[in-house]
């Protein structure tokens, strides 16, 4: 296959993988996608390492047949997990995961170096938000949650009102301390993990950098503004990936027919096209994606 000016391929395990298309269309609108949604698996925030990997490598090749020249990995928990068995697997592809970028932006955001992460349980515990961040300043401290139950509310379309900001409060409050308007029952588990050489000076208690580490959490943006103190900066993932995309693919070829996209899902065109505006503005119609086995 003659990749030069092929499309730039983009998977997520479902919908929530629209944030960052929708930020790549907006930076990048010459350009043409392919977007896979693995929406028969998912969620993939809950599974094993070995499967998201599995399954992730399933994913790159129904795109890579399609003829992509680049492959960017919308799903933190596939970022988190299968970014070097990806790149082993396409060594030729450019690969591009959103974990990287995001904590290079959350680097740059913060001035106290206490930064807070959140995703989904996999990406957390994987702890490759936290190994990134230290990789650009080995005094970070970090401290990271899983918020499970974000992803299902934003597919849900529960993204602001009383119902979100409670839940936000309950996740968030442990992380950001009680009186700022939280109910303090604080029952969330959070891992604090402080590098080993740092010495001093220990950095502030409250994080000043929260990271949506999942790509479902930016349509909860005012919710989780809501509930955090005001000098709290969000940084969000699906922002800063376009420019690294932008980056990578410094190539001449700009296709020449203009942008659009192919939508591919493994499962529920329906269900796909409905969810799809919650994420995307407007939502797609279910005549418009293809439904692929992989
Ligand atoms: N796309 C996933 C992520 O960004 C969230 C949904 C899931 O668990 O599959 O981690």
Redesign the pocket.
Known sequence: LNRRGGPIGVF???V??LTVLKTLRSALPAERFIYLGDTAR?????KSAASVVKYSLQCADALIVRGIRCLVV?????SAFALDALRLRYPEIPIIG?IEPGAAAAVSASRTGHIAVI??E??IAGGAYQAAIHRLNGRARVTAQACSLF?AMAEEGWIDGPVAEAVARRYLEPIFGAGWGGAGRGAAVTAVIVPPTVLEPPQPAVPDTLVL????FPVLHAAIRAVLPAHVRIVDSAATVASAVAGELALPAQPPDGGGVIWLATDGAARFARVSGIFLGTALRADEIEIIDL
């Open positions: 997520d395990s479902g929530g993988g998912v969620p993939y925030g809950t919308a799903c933190n928990t596939a959103v995703g989904t996999g990406t992803v580490g999942c790509t479902h």
